[in-house]
Structures are given as C-alpha cells and as structure tokens.
C-alpha cells in the first residue's frame, strides 16, 4: 500500500510513519523540515520518499504528491491530513496572526491534500482519505477557541465528505486523539489527563486505518468526558469551564 502522511517529521507523523512501515505500507512522508523526513525516511524498512513542502502551499502539495507518485510507482492508496498547529488564543489576548496560521495549515491544508489526492481516487473508485483532527474539536475550551475551531471543521468536513464518498469506493476517516506527547503538547503547563504516547497512539490509528473505520477516537476516558460535555447544558458548561479561562 502506498501511503501519504502530512507533518511526518515529528509527532504522530512520525510515529505513524514508523508504524505503518512495520505493516508494509511505502511512505511518503510530507513536512517543512526536510532533514527530519530524510531521517526518517533513511530508517523505514519499506519505501519511503521525503517530499519537503509547506502543507497550505496547494502548488508545493501538488508538485509533492506528483514526485511522491512517481518515487513509490503509482498514486496513493491512502492519504493522511495530520500536518497541524496549536497555539493559545485565550480571548483576552487575541493575536490573529497566530489564529491565522491555525486555520491555514489545520484547516486549509486539509483542503489542499484532498483536493489534491481525492478527485484520482473517485476516478479509481479506490482511495481512503484521512485526517488527524481532535476531540478538543467537539467542543469549545478556553483559550484554545480556534484551535477548536480548526479541529471541528476538520471533523465536520471529513464527516460530510466520507457521506458523499462513500458512493465511490473512496473511505473517509476522522481521527481524535486526546492528549499525545508530541512537540505540540510539550509546551502545555497543565496536567493532561489520560497522556499516551505517540507510538501507542500510532497503533491505535493503524488498527482503525485498517479497519476502514469512520472515526478513531481515543483514549477512551478522555472520549467519554468529552461525550457526556456535548450533552450538557450550555449554563452548567460555562460554569464547569470557567475557573479555566
């Protein structure tokens, strides 16, 4: 299987490289650092090509996908959005740039990566398509407002796009991890419930990939709080939330 990974340097990029190399995928592996994807790439034991590029470049993608394409012999079987960017934006200090930048390479560039690899897999009526979003997408947290955002949309867009795809041959998977130790959570000063670790979460994602799931969303305890917040009353949220803001 030839598969595609955004933001593959590091994270659960990198895990999940690692671990679908171990089940016999060919990799390309797509991020800006390129020193880390040629590292990378050096140390799987299928085929692995580093392309880099700026995920929410839709011109770099493209040329990326095309030589990615052409190194491992033949389109994508398998595309994964989970190049991504945190940053607080509490809103009593809101910076626009740093919401920007959110919603481009969350956002857009998961727009990019579809368009790029979705319309040749309608056309194979083969392909699956999938996008690392987040359970801090289903509901709005303090100081992390776009962040949030950025992740619902994923989910939303993901969810409307696996309806419609189906019909095609082409699977959708919606991907919500909780708290991961990557380079994005390491900055965070506060104790993060149910902590995995990015190679165990890269097996968890690689056993629903496979499954062709709809959704992957763990850890479990994390899934279930965040459950039975969508079903509370607006009133009893903010007060629960508002020691956090």
Do not use: W
Not at 9 to 19: H, N, Q, V
Request: net charge positive; charged share 20%.
């Amino acid at each position: 299987m030839r598969t595609l990974i955004t933001g593959a340097s590091s994270g659960i990029g990198a895990a999940l490289a690692r671990e679908l190399s171990r089940r016999g995928h060919s990799l390309a592996l797509m991020a800006r650092r390129g020193d880390l994807l040629e590292a990378l790439a050096g140390e799987l034991k299928t085929p692995a090509v580093a392309l880099p590029c700026d995920a929410a470049d839709s011109a770099a993608v493209r040329e990326a996908v095309d030589r990615g394409e052409k190194a491992l012999g033949g389109p994508f079987d398998l595309a994964i959005a989970n190049a991504g960017v945190g940053i607080n934006t509490p809103a009593t200090a809101f910076k626009l740039d740093d919401a920007r930048q959110m919603v481009q390479v969350n956002c857009i560039g998961t727009l990019i990566l579809f368009d790029a690899v979705v319309p040749g897999m309608i056309a194979r009526r083969s392909g699956h398509f999938a996008g690392v979003a987040s359970l801090a997408g289903r509901r709005g947290l303090p100081t992390s407002s776009v962040y949030c955002a950025t992740k619902a949309f994923m989910q939303t867009f993901l969810e409307a796009s696996r309806i419609e795809l189906a019909p095609h041959g082409v699977a959708v998977t919606t991907i919500n991890p909780g708290f991961v130790t990557t380079p994005m959570t390491e900055k965070n000063r506060f104790k993060m419930p149910f902590l995995m670790s990015a190679e165990r979460a890269a097996r968890i994602i690689a056993d629903g990939l496979e499954r062709r799931a709809r959704v992957v969303q763990f850890p479990l305890p994390t899934s279930l709080v965040v459950r039975a917040a969508r079903m509370l009353p607006n009133a009893v949220y903010d007060a629960v939330l508002k020691g956090r803001a």
